[in-house]
């Protein structure tokens, strides 16, 4: 069995429950605590019983704890998955995008999401999916945006024609407020 990692010295189990008292991360607290219990002579394994974690996990926590400080061990978000698409590739959608589709060449008069999807597929062999490719263009600035919709056949002086002349809703009363009536 291998030797434990130690715990940096620098703090005191006092100083971490003076961290923990003054955090707003619950997480960070709980970890603090369980740190502190170990600074204070007890074991990782009742730490990790305290924490209601594993010795694994607790093995973790001291080796962010030694790297980073109290700060250490705050909740850090997720790196998630990797773009598919790199910055040159970006750069060269935004352009596509920006000069919009030759109807000759492209065989659309508008980019929607699908044929992006199969100009990314002819250009880079890259698959991504619709939805995937909303979330890239959003965060390059771009959004959804459609002409309202209009009759092939439908002239300008046609809107006047059809729009309604009636009279406001709204008329103002003929006497004062009631108050005034009485």
Not at 1 to 13: F, L, P, W
């Given at each position: 069995?291998?030797?434990?990692?130690?715990?940096?010295?620098?703090?005191?189990?006092?100083?971490?429950?003076?961290?923990?008292?003054?955090?707003?991360?619950p997480d960070?607290?709980?970890?603090?605590?369980?740190?502190?219990?170990?600074?204070?002579?007890?074991?990782?394994?009742?730490?990790?019983?305290?924490?209601?974690?594993?010795?694994?996990?607790?093995?973790?926590?001291?080796?962010?704890?030694?790297?980073?400080?109290?700060?250490?061990?705050?909740?850090?978000?997720?790196?998630?998955?990797?773009?598919?698409?790199?910055?040159?590739?970006?750069?060269?959608?935004?352009?596509?995008?920006?000069?919009?589709?030759?109807?000759?060449?492209?065989?659309?008069?508008r980019w929607?999401?699908?044929?992006?999807?199969?100009?990314?597929?002819?250009?880079?062999?890259?698959?991504?999916?619709?939805?995937?490719?909303?979330?890239?263009?959003?965060?390059?600035?771009?959004?959804?945006?459609?002409?309202?919709?209009?009759?092939?056949?439908?002239?300008?002086?046609?809107?006047?024609?059809?729009?309604?002349?009636?009279?406001?809703?709204?008329?103002?009363s003929p006497?004062?407020?009631?108050?005034?009536?009485?």
């Open positions: 069995m291998a030797a434990a990692i130690g715990v940096r010295s620098d703090y005191t189990s006092a100083d971490l429950r003076w961290f923990a008292r003054r955090s707003g991360d960070q607290v709980r970890r603090l605590l369980a740190l502190a219990l170990i600074l204070d002579g007890g074991s990782r394994g009742e730490a990790a019983k305290v924490a209601g974690v594993t010795l694994q996990i607790v093995r973790d926590w001291v080796l962010r704890f030694n790297e980073g400080g109290p700060d250490g061990l705050f909740t850090r978000k997720a790196p998630g998955r990797a773009s598919i698409l790199n910055d040159e590739q970006r750069a060269r959608l935004a352009e596509i995008v920006e000069t919009g589709p030759i109807p000759a060449a492209h065989g659309v008069v929607r999401l699908a044929d992006l999807a199969q100009w990314i597929w002819d250009e880079f062999q890259l698959s991504i999916t619709r939805h995937t490719l909303g979330r890239e263009l959003r965060a390059l600035g771009y959004r959804k945006l459609s002409a309202r919709p209009r009759h092939h056949g439908q002239q300008p002086d046609d809107i006047a024609d059809f729009k309604k002349a009636s009279l406001p809703v709204w008329r103002k006497g004062g407020s009631q108050r005034e009536r009485r």
